[in-house]
C-alpha cells in the first residue's frame, strides 16, 4: 500500500533554497535527480513528497509513467489531471528531444529555392511576399511571411523584408513572392523593390542572393534575368 497522506511540514521547506529542486535545475539540470527533475514540474509546497510516490508507484520508471493513463497518474495524492498532463507533456518533449534532427534544406541554386515554396505559393489568389533566411552555409534558417496583398514598391516596408535576417543575425536572403495571374514575368515594380533591398541589405551586411517570383508551374529568378542585381 502506498501512503495517501504527506506530513503537514514539507520536505521544500526544509531546504536551503540552494538544494531546492527548481533552483537546481536551473542551475544545472543534467546533475538532478529523477525525483528533482519530477518535484520542479509538479510543483507546489509538497512536490518533493508527490514526486517520489510518483516513481515508487512506477517503480522508478519514465516510460510506465509516460505510457501509463492520465487518470492513473493523477490519482496520487495531491498530483490531479492538470499536473498529470504537464508530467506527460514534459516527458514527450524529453522523448523529442533524442529524435535525429532532421537535415535543414540547402539552397545551391534559383530551381532550390523555388521549390521549398512553389506548391503552396502558386495555389495563393492574393500576392504574398516571403522571405527565406539562409546561414553562411546557405542553410535554410526559416521561411517567414512578411505581407500579403498587392506587393508593390509603395507598400512593402524594407525593414521588414530586412528583419528576419536581422533577428536571426543571418548573413543572406531570398525574397520570394507569386504572381496570381501565373505569369511570373517580373514587373517594373518587381525590379525596384528588389534593387532597394539590395541596397538596403548592403548597408546592413545582409545580402540579397535572389528575388523568385512564382507562378503555377513555373517560376521567375530575377538574378538569372540580372534585373536589379
Known amino acids: ?18 538544494e531546492t529542486p527548481a533552483y537546481r535545475v536551473s542551475m544545472n539540470a543534467a546533475s538532478c535527480s529523477l525525483s528533482e527533475l519530477l518535484a ?26 509516460y505510457h501509463a493513463p492520465t487518470q492513473q497518474i493523477a490519482s496520487i495524492h495531491g498530483l490531479g489531471e492538470s499536473t498529470a498532463v504537464k508530467l506527460k507533456a514534459a516527458l514527450a518533449l524529453g522523448l ?32 504574398y511576399l516571403k522571405v527565406i533566411v539562409l546561414n553562411t552555409r546557405n542553410h535554410v534558417l526559416d521561411i517567414v511571411e512578411i505581407t500579403h496583398g498587392s506587393v508593390n514598391s509603395s507598400q512593402v516596408r524594407i525593414a521588414e523584408v530586412l528583419r528576419p535576417a536581422v533577428e536571426r543575425n543571418a ?33 546592413m ?12 508551374d513555373q517560376y521567375t529568378s530575377l538574378k538569372e534575368k540580372r534585373m536589379g542585381f
Do not use: W
Open 1 to 18: 500500500m502506498f501512503p495517501t497522506l504527506y506530513p503537514s511540514t514539507s520536505k521544500l521547506k526544509t531546504l536551503p533554497v540552494r
Open 40 to 65: 520542479a514540474v509538479i510543483g507546489g509546497t509538497q512536490q518533493i513528497e508527490i514526486a517520489d510516490a510518483l516513481l515508487a508507484r512506477f517503480g522508478g520508471d519514465l516510460q510506465r509513467i
Open 96 to 127: 523529442r528531444l533524442c529524435e535525429p534532427r532532421a537535415e535543414r534544406p540547402i539552397v545551391n541554386s534559383p530551381a532550390d529555392a523555388a521549390a521549398l515554396v512553389q506548391h503552396e505559393m502558386s495555389l495563393l489568389e492574393q500576392e
Open 171 to 203: 548573413p543572406a536572403i531570398i525574397v520570394v513572392h507569386n504572381h496570381p495571374s501565373s505569369d511570373p514575368t517580373p514587373s517594373p515594380d518587381d525590379i525596384k523593390i528588389t534593387q532597394t533591398i539590395r541596397e538596403a541589405g548592403k548597408l
Open 205 to 216: 551586411d545582409i545580402d540579397l542572393l535572389d528575388h523568385i517570383i512564382i507562378a503555377k
